[in-house]
């Protein structure tokens, strides 16, 4: 396990009895190394962008490793310093085209909880980075909420990008909205950004991915504009090049909360074009995460399941799917502390693996390349990240997996 120091705070999920409350995000006091995330980078390494704040100053940084063990020296994404901010829920994203061109996106602070979304391109395997852009149109005027970015490339090397938006956000509003900006010409530029989807929870974490046949599939998680505040998870699907979505509700668990979950939905496609989406649910007799499957693109989902029989309360949920249909998922757990795990989940038959704890570990993200497997959280009390190497394909395809 190898290890890069930083800061981390675990914000257990709390109901409030004075109405909603808006905390987009945990942000952590102190220098220190933040919100990893981690992904394959299609050869047979992978690539890990962070968060370094040093005097108060948050800065992207990347790193790149060839094989899952080391990684070298970071680089810094953003080229205008201190042009990013600390949000645990809300790490910067990173996506690797077809001909390896490397994109990174990431929300600035201009204000408290109040930024742009900024993007940079790397056309030499992330050694150096373009002069960021932001996408968002209102870049300029007053700072409004947008974050909670995602990132996705296509087949074909178009980039999307989509976000929380609280640019039409009025006082009485519960939710936000998601818009999209896409770039048809690597990165370079973007087209005019525009509204998605409304009525969105706007503290939770999106997940854009796009399939094999070019289509957009967003999960969220939402907020009705009146009646309960029920916090259901969304899929929306474009199959119009994002001109238009349809939302399917993937369990309608009817959470009620008058706060902010900060916890928001994974989903993974497996190689027939299922999908799985994992959520946390804070309400019932067993809160924890579950997940449910869709044989359909989407269009409907079966009934829920328990990720863990053993779950305390799992939370942010990481998920990357593997070639034999079989999906790597990571999360935290929080009772009287936190710890991390990862796992391999069979959609057909339950949790297969269940790895020790990794205590005082949390926000834990996953990417798989090859037969390597490797986990990037951050440990709490020392101020680190945390990177942990697994050989995912002996596990997975062991005929004794025990959950």
Known sequence: ????FML??????????????HQHGTVTNGDGQFNPFIVADKRAGFYLVFIERINNVSNVMLRHSADGKTFSKPVRVNDREGDATVRNENPPKIAVAPNGDVYVCWANERGRWKGNIRFARSVNGGKSFSPAITLNSDGDAEPVGHAFQSLAVDAKGKVHVAWIDERNKRKEDRGAEIWLAISEDGGKSFSADRRILADVCECCRTNLQVDATGSLYLSYRTVPRSGPMYRDIILARSLDGGRTFTNTIASEDKWEIAGCPVAGP???????????????????ARPGLYYATSTNKGESFAPRQSLNPQQKLGKHTHTVSLPNGNILVAWDEATDKT??????LDPRKGLLHRSPA??????????ANGQTAVIAGMRLAKREIVLLTENWKSISNSPTAQR
Do not use: E
Request: glycine share 16%; net charge negative; charged share 10%.
């Open 8 to 21: 981390g705070l675990l914000l257990v999920c709390g109901v409030s009895a004075f109405g909603q409350t």
């Open 358 to 367: 990794q205590d005082g570990v949390a926000y834990p993200v996953i990417a």
């Open 1 to 4: 396990m190898r290890r890069i």
């Open 266 to 284: 994974s989903f993974s496609f497996d190689a027939t074009g299922n999908l799985t989406t994992i959520w946390f649910l804070g309400d019932g």
């Open 339 to 344: 710890a991390s795990f990862w796992g391999v």
